[in-house]
Every structure is written in C-alpha cells, then in structure tokens.
C-alpha cells in the first residue's frame, strides 16, 4: 500500500472553508436504466400492471383501486444533513378520480418516504394522521367534494414534469430514512408514468458515521479490543460529548468501532475527520514498530484490487494487507520508538485531523469497519468527541 499527498494529513485543525463537491443520491438506479434492479415491486393484482421499458416505469390500473408500486429500502442517518432534496420525474396521462381521492391517499402516480423523525416517531404507516408516511400524490384534474387534493401535486395530463421537496423542511425533520418509493392507485382506468427517483444531499456527500458526535456510544458504536467487537472496556470513559480512552495499567489495545460493509468505489472523496484531545502519554511517538499510540484512527478495506487490508503487522515492511491505521501523539519518541505513522499534536488541545482515505494507493473499494483506539504503555489518556467518515 503506497500513501500520496503528505502521509494522507489534510489538515490539523482545519478551516471550515471546502471546495464544493457534487452532490449524491442515495437511491442505486434513481433514472431505472438498469430497469428495476434495486428495487421491490409491490403487485397490486391481476387488474395492475407494472412495466419498464426505455428508464421508464409505467402503471396501468384497469380495475379496482389495489397499490401496486416499487419500493427501494435505504436505511440511513440523516441527522447531519441540512438538506435532502426528493426529486421525481413524472407523467400522468389518464385517472378516473380527480385529485387523490377521497381521503388525500390515492392517486394515479405517488411518490412516498418512509422515516423516522427527530422526536422518535415512526413515519412508516399509510394513513393521513400526523405519523403517517410522507406522501406525494400527482394529478391533473381539480377535485370536487367529497373527493380531495390533500397531500397532492398538480401536473399537466400527458406531459413529463418535474417535482422537488426538501424533506428536512418537514416538522419535526427526518432522523433516520428508511425507505422510498412510487406507487399507482385510485379508481379504474388510470395510467401513469415515472422515469427519476432520488433523495439526493446536495454538495455534502454522504456520512457513513452513524452517531458521528458520539453522543450515545450504544447509537451506532461498539467497544472493541484488537479491532474487534467486544464486551464493553473500563478503559473506555463517556463523555457529556464523546468518549474518554485512558490506561493506568498495561497496555491493552481499546477502543470504539462501527462495521458498514460499504461500497465507496462510486466516490472521488472518502474524508476521514475525529475530533480529538491527547492528555497524557508514556511510551513516546507510536512505539517501537508505529502501531501504538494513546489515540489513532482506523479503517479496515478491500482495495480496489481485491486486497483487504485488516491487519497491523508487527513488522514495518509488511504493508500488503496493512489496515489504514494513524496514531495521535504528543510526547517526542526516543529510540528504539519512532514516529512512524503517526502525527504529533499539542498535549490538552481540542484538535481536528482530516484524512483523505481516496489517496490510498491502491484506492478503497469496501468499507469494512471504521473507528477509534488506544494502545502502548500506560499511563495514557486521550479523548475524542466527534468521527466522521463522509463520501462525495
């Protein structure tokens, strides 16, 4: 494994100012070019049908009002994201029911998300009360009573047209979005088309970090011991916000972990970011062989040659299957310790180091797991209060 641009050290204490980067849609096969490939199709009966042809989905009801649709399940943080744009592309060419319906539930196309608010209430359920699913439904034709244009979207009849909401202007905003899809129902004789579904965050990229301010170490995190789960560690001291990792005896190797199993190989930027404090240190530098330090930051890969890189091998010149691993340090090694791959901070201070995982060379291909730990001679004291691992 070779290392590009400065040992992968972006910044230390870096500046708020980015260049901006594209944005990325979290629904796989949002335009249907790869026909229905990542998505589940919810038949409505014999009377519904559901065709693609040509990146288009089309719905044709004859009878009855069943749903019929498709659903992609998404399952994602979206605490740390300021906006989430829900873009559909759509067309509604004939329905028997004006509006959607009589209860603001039906429609001849719709699109819905299924998530999980900030107050921890689920919006998972098919229903026009305050907790049921967010829904948009798409129609040409003005209601009458006691039909309804609740929860719709008027268009032109025939004609592809555009439809965009921000979902984190909904009150209270999406935590956690667990789904999204597009459906076909209403009275018989209908027929629609849609040919785009994304939930796109624009110019931020994607957080893989579930709980990144680290305020719960249950949400998302697991104590580990030489990188691998494990039962929770006394050397392991939560924080108002974040986590203590100290040692007064021996020098077990501890810390917090999340395995994502993630392909990045769609991503130009893997920037791995931690907030963190180094307070008391023994074994100066990262030790004898660079693989200790009183704080490092970790990620376990398969490189885009099909390597996987899950180990610190205990010789220097043993790189093939070398996991990223980074210690944090303050105190100045003596020989026989070194500073090998390792980056020097002020003792006490709050400090934000950066990583740009992308300038691995060979790049990552999967994500396996990702995290924090402490390891050396005790006595030992560092802190971290925030982990992010965030793809454009």
Not at 204 to 213: D, H, K, L, S, T
Not at 221 to 230: I, K, T
Not at 300 to 322: C, F, I, M, Q, S
Request: aromatic share 8%; proline share 5%.
């Amino acid at each position: 494994m070779r290392i590009r641009c400065a040992t992968l050290l972006i910044a230390c204490l870096v500046s708020a100012t980015t260049s901006v980067h594209a944005a990325y849609d979290f629904v796989k096969n949002s335009e249907f070019q790869q026909g229905l490939t990542h998505w589940t199709v919810n038949e409505g009966g014999k009377d519904a049908t559901l065709t693609v042809e040509n990146g288009e989905v089309h719905y044709q009801g004859m009878l009855g009002s069943v749903q019929h649709g498709i659903r992609q399940t998404l399952e994602f943080d979206a605490s740390e994201y300021t906006s989430l744009i829900l873009h559909a592309t759509v067309r509604v060419d004939e329905a028997k029911l004006a509006g959607t319906g009589l209860n603001g539930l039906e429609a001849p196309l719709s699109v819905f998300v299924l998530y999980t608010d900030a107050a921890g209430t689920e919006h998972i359920r098919s229903s026009a009360s305050s907790d049921g699913r967010f829904w948009r439904g798409f129609y040409y034709e003005d209601p009458a009573p006691p039909a309804s244009g609740a929860n719709g979207y008027k268009v032109k009849r025939g004609l592809w047209q555009d439809y965009q909401l921000d979902l984190m202007t909904l009150e209270p905003r999406p935590k956690w979005i667990h789904a999204i899809g597009a459906e076909s129902s209403g009275w018989a004789r209908l027929s629609a088309a849609i040919k785009r579904l994304s939930l796109i965050a624009p110019e931020e990229g994607r957080e893989f970090a579930v709980n990144p301010a680290l305020t719960r170490m249950a949400a998302g995190w697991q104590s580990c011991v030489d990188f691998e789960p494990a039962a929770y560690q006394a050397e392991l001291v939560p924080l108002p916000q974040g986590m203590q990792i100290q040692s007064a005896l021996g020098d077990k190797r501890v810390g917090l972990l999340q395995k994502i199993e993630a392909d990045v190989s769609s991503f130009q930027s893997l920037l791995f970011t931690a907030e963190v404090k180094v307070d008391k240190q023994r074994l100066g530098g990262t030790g004898w062989n660079g693989r200790e330090a009183p704080l490092a930051m970790l990620v376990t890969y398969t490189d885009v040659n099909g390597v996987k890189h899950d180990r610190l091998p205990l010789k220097a010149d043993d790189v093939e299957r070398r996991m990223f691993w980074r210690g944090l340090y303050t105190l100045k090694p003596q020989p026989p310790a070194s500073d090998m791959n390792g980056i020097a901070l002020e003792a006490g201070v709050w400090s934000t180091v950066s990583f740009e995982l992308m300038e691995l060379d060979p790049k990552p291909r999967i994500i396996h797991s990702f995290g924090v730990e402490g390891s050396g001679r005790a006595p030992r004291d560092a802190s971290v209060r925030r982990v992010s691992l965030k793809g454009r």
